[in-house]
């Protein structure tokens, strides 16, 4: 039976768990990623797995496909997803999956890929995976398996991420998401975080990427600075390829993911909580004193629009929003960005979600509640 395409998202794999991944699915997607990057015997892979209920099941035949190519495993068992990204370069492994659907509820799961270097796996290459799915079958000899390692990741990571670092009394309420690779913040936006977090190590001279849902308050306070800020795409396939075409330091997104040069560009949310407390305990001001400076203009959020058929009318319902707004700047990015002086808003389809996202950007609340009613009946009318 054929793997559903549609599980295959834009930077990672997820779906209903057993109906749309299951064991067999793993398995052979186990196959394809070895055949995608060209493995041979003697070199090793990298496996962690988050703590749903059917996360060992899928991590134990994603293993089983590996090692039946003679393919060495490092089975670092139940781990974050940001232990496992970093597991990849600190024990020089030519690869590394993690079993995980994000933050997806436990009904649901899904895997991520990377490189050697824990250069993402997305876009094309992962259709390239699901095409090398097909017909892949194996006579397997036992004497000619890889072997499986087991290895405790927790102890360097924490090292790494605490190296040298002096304890506070700092308290911050903070939680993280099921896979750990978010930094959520208790009441305050993740670009506002991202941002407090970017001020308080980067220099003039060096270059952030931010998604471009973030406020435009914010490439504004860092240009000032000296600091070149680049917009990227929505998702850490994207923001992670764009930071390391451009040697950036630091990236964000207004999910509250946050990534460090020095954690390989990938996300790091531990090593952003202590920043935080670092900033905190040296300025001796609040989060909300070190805020003030983005918090120049009023913000949506996400606004999730359901929309049936997505594909197809998301693209005539985003005409339909150039036409309307041609008098505007405008760039797609990612969707459509639609910029005038005082206001601006994206509308993009979700890479790992049936649903449409909209964010609105205003001068003030007031603009912003009448531009936001505005477009919901756009969207409603043309939908």
């Known amino acids: 039976m054929k793997i559903n395409p549609l599980i295959f998202k834009e930077y990672d794999v997820r779906g209903e768990y057993p109906k749309e991944i299951n064991e067999k699915n793993a398995y ?3 196959q394809g990623f070895v055949k995608f990057l060209k493995l041979k015997k003697g070199d ?41 990204y970093w597991s990849v370069p600190f024990l020089k492994t030519k690869g590394g999956i993690m079993i995980t659907a994000s933050h997806l509820s436990k009904k649901y799961n899904g895997l991520k890929f990377v490189k050697a270097n824990a250069e993402p796996i997305g876009g094309e290459n992962l259709q390239k995976i699901y095409k090398l799915t097909d017909n892949l079958q194996l006579t397997t000899d036992d004497k000619k398996r890889g072997s499986v390692k087991k290895y405790n990741i927790k102890k360097d990571y924490l090292g790494a991420v605490y190296k040298d670092f002096q304890p506070t009394k700092i308290k911050i309420p903070h939680s993280f998401d099921f896979d750990a690779d978010r930094l959520i913040i208790k009441k305050m936006r993740g670009d506002i975080i991202g941002a407090i977090i970017a001020n308080s190590f980067v220099k003039k001279g060096d270059v952030i990427v931010y998604d471009l849902r973030c406020s435009r308050a914010i490439p504004e306070y860092f240009s000032n600075k000296g ?31 946050y990534y460090f040069k020095e954690f390989y560009y990938c996300e790091a949310p531990l090593y952003g909580l202590r920043k ?35 594909k197809p009318q998301i693209l005539n319902l985003i005409e339909k929003l150039k036409d309307e707004y041609k008098n505007a700047s405008q760039n797609f990015l990612d969707g459509l960005t639609v910029e005038f002086s005082n206001w601006w808003f994206n509308i993009r389809a979700s890479h790992t979600e049936p649903v449409t996202r909209l964010v609105i950007e205003a001068k003030t609340p007031a603009l912003l509640k009448q531009k936001k009613k505005e477009l919901l009946q756009e969207i409603k009318l043309n939908r």
């Open 276 to 310: 935080l407390a670092e900033h905190i305990a040296k300025t001796k001001k609040t989060l909300d004193e070190l805020a003030k400076p983005f918090m120049k203009y009023a913000h949506s959020g996400t606004i999730n629009i359901k929309i049936l058929n997505l």
């Open 28 to 30: 052979k997607i186990g």
């Open 44 to 84: 090793q892979v990298a496996v962690g797995k988050d703590k749903r209920p059917s996360s060992p099941k899928l991590a134990e035949a994603f293993i089983s496909a590996i090692i039946d190519f003679g393919i060495d495993v490092i089975d670092l068992g139940a781990v974050s997803t940001p232990m496992l």
């Open 227 to 257: 600091i070149k800020t680049i917009p990227s795409r929505v998702g850490h396939f994207n923001i992670k390829k764009l930071m390391r075409e451009k040697k950036a330091v630091f990236g964000m997104e207004l999910t509250s993911h």
